[in-house]
């Protein structure tokens, strides 16, 4: 049977990659993001085995139901990817702003937990696999010492998620690319990653066989 992916982030950049090289390697997709005009182009693009679920990762809600419809349409959930996240140029710690934290927070942190705990339920039935984009940035902090400090959280969570999911025969894996292009950053720079890059360690550690699991990815520009 067709293998299910859910995806959040999946408006634009390593998100719809991932959903690309996922439509291509048999996967169904379920695309989550706000932007719901994108996430119709994009399911324009891929075809009735992908689906559209727009939604906010700050709300538990919009997850659970975005859960239950992509269950609904195609039988189950194997895996998900949470891969949304936002970056603040001005995020660091003297002159930062104390509500631009929060925010980042809500979504980057708050937004992972939301997403796993919508997804495992789902994932538990068949032995799932739950991906997250963690980044270098944990390590060198760009764009900021608070979306660093959140991109860290993600390595130091899925640890221990994995020793939750193990119980059950699930698997945890964290994506940490350096620089991508992507709407993330303004500019274009031929030295970092492409989106498709990443994807790739996605579909890798997806396709893993269900004996090994693939802990961590660091993905860098060779120069
Ligand atoms: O950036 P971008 P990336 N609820 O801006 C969505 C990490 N990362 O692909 O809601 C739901 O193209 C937003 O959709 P929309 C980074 O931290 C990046 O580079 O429609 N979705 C869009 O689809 C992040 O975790 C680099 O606006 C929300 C997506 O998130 C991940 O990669 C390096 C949302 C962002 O896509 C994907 O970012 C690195 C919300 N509240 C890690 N807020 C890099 N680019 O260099 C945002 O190490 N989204």
Not at 11 to 32: D, Y
Request: aromatic letters at 6%; one cysteine or more.
């Amino acid at each position: 049977t067709t293998k299910t992916l859910f995806i959040t982030g999946a408006s634009s950049g390593i998100g719809a990659a991932t959903a690309r090289a996922a439509r291509l390697a048999g996967w169904n997709v379920g695309l989550f993001a706000r932007s719901e005009d994108k996430l119709t182009a994009l399911v324009e693009e891929l075809g009735d085995r992908a689906l559209a679920l727009p939604g906010d990762v700050t709300s538990l809600d919009e997850l659970n139901q975005a859960m239950a419809n992509l269950r609904h349409t195609y039988g189950g959930v194997d895996a998900a990817f949470a891969n949304a996240g936002m970056g603040l140029e001005t995020a660091g710690t003297e002159h930062g702003d104390p509500d631009e934290w929060r925010r980042l927070i809500d979504v980057n942190i708050v937004g992972l937990l939301n997403t796993a705990k919508a997804a495992i339920p789902h994932l538990r039935a068949r032995k799932g696999h739950m991906l997250m984009t963690g980044s270098a940035a944990g390590r060198v902090h760009i764009p900021g010492s608070v979306y660093g400090a959140s991109k860290w959280f993600v390595h130091g969570y899925a640890g221990n998620l994995a020793e939750e999911m193990k119980e059950w025969g699930g698997r945890c894996t964290v994506i940490a690319p350096g620089m991508v292009n992507t709407a993330f950053f303004d500019e274009e720079k031929p030295d970092k990653l492409q989106p498709e890059d990443v994807a790739d360690a996605v579909i890798f550690a997806l396709e893993a066989k269900q004996r090994n699991t693939v802990r961590e990815i660091f993905l860098m520009p060779s120069d």
